[in-house]
């Protein structure tokens, strides 16, 4: 049995077995030989279960956009919980289902007024993708079923979502069972040619053209859709190069593939707007949504639609028909619906996605303050969100962010690390003296484990 048994760790007496929770993307034997626990979470901050302040850069993980423990999304949930805790939505359907599609609906682009529900982000990519194919079948066109991701992608963990996406560890223990027929445009990060640009970088906008490549391969007959994420969080934060997702958008547009923006990280203000297709301009046929929808606050995940491939698959049968087959149990879930609500209550009512493009530059400045550190190989950023790569050592790739990870956690700032990068992407209330505390502390930290 492992255990913590240092009382200081720990408020209660007993002992904590920690054997049983099987951690999910966690170093679980290093984890559990050192700890790091919460108890509480309000505002900015978590409370350590040794009773520390932390403060949360990374708004838990890229979700708790309003900040901890909003008392109006605690009272929605618990007022619905008591008046129902659950009701099917299969052949079946309770208002407040409606309301929180009508409620996302009304921040999606023009006409991607859809919205299926789903528990997280990885079903929200496995559901855009399947819709995608559901799309084309309605049209006559079922030999569409190739889909294509990107190098470095991260879209969830489903086999669709690990077989569009491009993260290495991620994809190789199942690679065997992936689904077949899918290829990969490159990443669009190059640090020689594009290192600490501030917002998208100049360089890369012709990487788009990766496509007609894939197109000429294969033809775009047997294309589906093409899923990316606008900007990439988890794979260590990769930007949009200028100009990138416009012709992504025209290529698409040209042979009849769906253009699918996972946009689990930049929904709900990350960048300043509802979503980073209304941020760039630029509008993809399917959006897949999580985290933020609802603050975190109970899973829950969603695919917008446009109409014209909600009306293809959904006007195209008999009334009496079920036109898609495909859900979940929890699909609008009474408690995360009523979370839903309130959460786009409190961005509308606090104007937080305004006030996240009004401290971007602020952001921006106190990131980029670190160049110069030691080993700060790049440093990237657009909206609240941020990344600092670090040289790897030699041999032990990972390890120096790691152990700055550390050093944070130990100086009371949480970051997000992968590979050698350290991600930054906090709740779109923080301040200016959040911004300072998150950057002074991750300063040091870097220097400390030069
Ligand atoms: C772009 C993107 N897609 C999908 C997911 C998966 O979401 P979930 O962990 O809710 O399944 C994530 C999670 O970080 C993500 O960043």
């Known amino acids: 049995m492992n255990t913590i048994t240092d009382a200081k760790h720990l408020e209660q007496t007993t002992e904590l077995d920690m054997s049983n929770f099987w951690m999910p993307f966690t170093a ?29 850069a990374v708004a838990g993980l890229w979700c708790v956009n309003a900040g901890h423990g909003r008392e109006e999304i605690v009272q929605a949930v618990t007022q619905q919980m008591s008046q129902m805790d659950y009701a099917p939505t299969f052949q079946m359907g309770h208002p407040i289902a409606f309301e929180a599609a009508t409620r996302l609906a009304q921040i999606m682009p023009a006409d991607m007024d859809r919205i299926f529900f789903t528990n997280s982000g990885s079903e929200a990519v496995d559901t855009a993708l399947k819709i995608a194919l559901a799309y084309h079948r309605s049209r006559g066109e079922g030999q569409r079923t190739r889909l294509i991701g990107r190098e470095r992608g991260y879209h969830g963990v489903g086999f669709g979502g690990i077989s569009v996406g491009g993260i290495l560890p991620n994809r190789k223990a199942f690679s065997a069972n992936m689904i077949p027929g899918v290829d990969h445009m490159p990443a669009t990060l ?26 000429a391969l294969h033809d775009a007959s047997t294309i589906a859709a093409v899923i990316i994420e606008p900007v990439s969080g988890s794979a260590g934060v990769l930007l949009p190069p200028q100009g990138y997702l416009q012709r992504l958008r025209d290529i698409c547009t040209k042979h009849g593939i769906l253009l699918i923006f996972d946009e689990v990280i930049t929904g709900f203000g990350r960048l300043g707007k509802a979503t980073a297709s209304e941020f760039f301009g630029v509008t993809p046929d399917l959006i897949t949504m999580a985290k933020a929808i609802n603050n975190a606050a109970i899973p829950m995940g969603a695919v917008a639609a446009h109409r014209n491939v909600h009306d293809t698959i959904v006007h195209g049968g008999p009334a009496n028909a079920i036109e898609l087959f495909h859900g979940y149990t929890y699909s609008a879930h009474p408690a995360a619906a009523a979370a839903c609500i309130a959460t786009q209550d409190i961005y509308e009512r606090e104007a937080l996605f305004e006030r996240s493009a009004a401290m971007a530059p602020v952001f921006e400045k106190a990131i980029h303050s670190l160049k110069g550190e030691p080993n700060v190989k790049d440093i990237r950023n657009l909206g609240l969100v941020g990344g600092i790569e670090l ?19 130990q100086n009371g700032v949480m970051v997000r690390f992968t590979g050698d990068t350290l991600a930054f992407s906090p709740p779109l209330i923080v301040e200016d003296s ?14 400390e484990v030069a």
């Open 28 to 56: 679980n034997k290093q984890f559990k030989a050192a700890p790091r626990m919460f108890k509480k979470a309000k505002g900015m901050y978590y409370t350590t279960v040794d009773d520390r302040q932390v403060i949360d």
């Open 190 to 215: 190059n640090i020689e040619k594009a290192a600490f640009s501030r917002g998208q970088p100049a360089w890369g906008g012709h990487l788009a053209d990766e496509l007609e490549k894939i197109v």
């Open 391 to 409: 040289q790897s050592r030699e041999g032990a790739p990972g390890t120096r962010a790691y152990d700055a990870f550390l050093k944070c956690f």
């Open 434 to 447: 959040h911004i300072d505390q998150i950057f002074e502390t991750v300063r040091k930290a870097i220097r």
